[in-house]
């Protein structure tokens, strides 16, 4: 039997040209096709790198047709690299169709490590990394985005969201409304470009700061929510439930030692309560 293509999925810089490894130029000149997002911007980074494949678009409003053919043509042995306008392909960008498709045929598929907005902007946030939620886009419809918004009031891992400039005012009011004024976010805007700023405070001072200077609405933005942090006094309700049912199988001890890191809470609070509820 012919030996079929494989699908390289090829991280390309999300600012800075300087910012795409080497296998990654190296795949993109050997392969038979490169399905871009948008062939004309791809063709920049193209030119830059002095890459002459052929570039075919995949986009949001062709994906399911495209993948067919592109299917074909790795099923006929020739492989293809699947780039996106900017950072990793199927992160907030097309190409989960192609790919689930592929693994489904069995195709190879070679992810390459690489570029990507919300991983840059974790690291360099100052925020903890070691449990975070990447959400992509929050909703523009103001009830969704509130419901999404107050889902993280107990939310102990950092939250990473994409956001536009245009909605980044309205959205920090509505941290404001959802989670007080004092909740740590973080905005990392223009990374890897000429006026990336990283700004980190709570709530309400960030509002201040992107009201009084038009500039930090420009650009590319990842926001980013510290997450829930227990002082110890107030005990989430979901931590509550969780002790109890515990409780029913496991000595308290360990029923309070396990809620205790689930939560991040303190266990001889966790173990007080325990004890209270057999009054
Ligand atoms: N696939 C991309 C990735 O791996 O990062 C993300 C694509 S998504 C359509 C585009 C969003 O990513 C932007 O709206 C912004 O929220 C974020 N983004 C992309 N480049 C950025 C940059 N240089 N600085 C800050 N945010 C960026």
């Not at 795949?27 to 193209?46: F, G, M, P, W, Y």
């Not at 409304?177 to 976010?185: F, N, S």
Request: aromatic residues 6%; glycine residues 6%; charged residues 25%.
């Amino acid at each position: 039997m012919a030996k079929t293509g494989i699908l390289f999925i090829v991280p390309t810089p999300i600012g800075n040209l300087e910012d795409i490894t080497l296998r990654a130029l190296k795949v993109l000149a050997e392969v038979d096709l490169i399905a871009a997002e948008d062939t004309r911007h791809s063709q920049k980074l193209l030119q830059h790198y002095d890459i002459k494949t052929r570039l075919i678009s995949l986009h949001d409003h062709n994906e399911s047709q495209r993948a067919v053919q592109l299917i074909a043509k790795l099923n006929m042995g020739e492989s293809i690299a699947l780039i996106s306008d900017a950072g990793t392909p199927l992160i907030s960008d097309p190409g989960y169709g192609l790919v689930s498709q592929c693994r489904e045929s069995n195709l190879e598929v070679v992810p390459l490590p690489g570029a990507c907005a919300a991983i840059t902007a974790l690291s360099g946030s100052g925020l903890a990394t070691d449990k975070f939620y990447f959400k992509g886009f929050l909703p523009v419809k103001k009830l969704a985005k509130t419901q999404a918004l107050s889902a993280l009031l107990r939310e102990t891992a950092t939250t990473v969201f994409y956001e536009s400039p245009r909605r980044i005012i309205e959205t920090v009011q509505m941290i404001i409304e959802c989670l007080g004024k004092d909740k740590r976010i973080v905005i990392a805007r223009e990374i890897s470009k000429t006026f990336e700023t990283f700004h980190s405070d709570t709530a309400d001072k960030t509002l201040q700061w992107l009201n009084a200077d038009s500039n930090q609405l420009k650009g590319e933005i990842v926001l980013m929510i510290d997450g829930y942090k227990s002082d110890g006094q107030e005990l989430p309700e979901q931590a509550i439930s969780l002790l109890k049912r515990l409780m029913e199988e496991l000595p308290l001890k360990k029923a309070a030692a396990i809620t205790a890191e689930q939560f991040e809470l303190k266990k001889n609070a966790l173990y007080q309560l325990g004890l209270s509820f057999d009054d």
